[in-house]
């Protein structure tokens, strides 16, 4: 079963960009039946896990309106890695992102953390 990794995390300032890895372990849409997409969350601090950004296999993608305009994700299949691109960041941001398949187990997630 094919298994995603994510990095990229760090301590960034407020206006500040960051793009988030989510490796694959194998083809990253063709390992595992019925999982057509990568989805990302996210989980700040005493706060429930939200979802923050979608992409099909086809490379259409959704967002959350949070994120909306500031958050870009896309698909390198040679190299069997999902992005995020994160610019224009806020404190609010701060939280550990994650990606993941529908059907796919949690992986360790990446901390962002937005401060001056």
């Known amino acids: 079963q094919v298994q995603l990794v994510e990095s990229g995390g760090g301590l960034v300032q407020p206006g500040g960009s960051l793009r988030l890895s989510c490796v694959a372990s194998?083809?990253?849409?063709?390992?595992?039946?019925?999982?057509?997409?990568v989805d990302w969350y996210r989980q700040a601090p005493g706060k429930q896990r939200e979802w923050v950004a979608r992409?099909?296999?086809?490379?259409?993608?959704r967002y959350a309106d949070s994120v909306k305009g500031r958050f870009t994700t896309s698909i390198d299949n040679a190299e069997n890695t999902v992005y995020l691109q994160m610019n224009s960041l806020k404190p609010e941001d701060t939280a550990v992102y994650y990606c993941?398949?529908?059907?796919?187990?949690w992986g360790q997630g990446t901390q962002v953390t937005v401060s001056s």
């Open positions: 194998g083809s990253i849409f063709g390992g595992n039946p019925g999982d057509n997409r």
């Open positions: 993941k398949f529908p059907f796919g187990s």
């Open positions: 992409i099909f296999n086809v490379g259409v993608t």
